[in-house]
């Protein structure tokens, strides 16, 4: 028993999951945390390109494998009719309003461009931006439900031919 004496020992139960609030500012964050390296990158005038996991099954042995292939990755930003830098922050395919009415940020610079990131992440991972999140989530989703019985109006009718005799 002395040996267990000298470890804390405590009640506690294991959480279940994460909220989906929690879910969805990590996946704006690891996407803003994406595009600040792209950015810093090109800053430096060096090439960033995530890769991800994918499995490929091998024609010859039937045997899958996972290999690690390049992300396309396109940039938030822009150079507009001014001559400044603008940023769009993105959730998903749809473009995320910071302020209500305002979709784009305007700089002056590349280096303007990842001080406005870490800007935005600081905020998306304090929760500041959690009900516009949301607001795209459910937008999506309700779209999704839209279209699903318009997809089931359109199916076609089977014609049956009496059977033989």
Same mark, same amino acid.
């Given at each position: 028993m002395s040996g267990l004496s000298a470890l804390k020992l405590v009640t506690s139960k294991r959480q279940q999951g994460t909220s989906p609030q929690f879910a969805r500012r990590q996946k704006l964050s690891s996407k803003l945390d994406e595009q600040i390296q792209l950015a810093k990158a090109q800053q430096s005038g060096t090439e960033f390109s995530p890769v991800k996991i994918r499995t490929v099954k091998d024609e010859a042995t039937g045997e899958s494998r996972k290999v690690e292939v390049p992300k396309k990755l396109k940039p938030w930003w822009w150079t507009g009719e001014n001559g400044k830098l603008c940023i769009t922050v993105r959730y998903g395919a749809r473009t995320l309003e910071i302020v209500e009415g305002k979709n784009a940020i305007e700089t002056d &610079?590349?280096? $303007? @461009?990842?001080?406005?990131? /870490?800007?935005? !992440?600081?905020? @998306? $991972?304090?929760?500041?931006?959690?009900? %516009?999140?949301?607001?795209?989530?459910?937008?999506? %989703? &309700? &779209?999704?439900?839209? /279209?699903? #019985?318009?997809? /089931?109006?359109? =199916? !076609? &009718?089977?014609? %049956?031919? #009496?059977? =033989?005799?």
């Open positions: &610079s590349i280096a $303007d @461009v990842i001080t406005s990131l /870490q800007v935005i !992440r600081t905020a @998306v $991972d304090a929760g500041e931006l959690d009900k %516009r999140i949301e607001a795209l989530a459910e937008k999506g %989703r &309700s &779209s999704e439900i839209v /279209q699903a #019985p318009a997809a /089931q109006t359109e =199916k !076609r &009718s089977i014609l %049956r031919l #009496p059977g =033989k005799s």
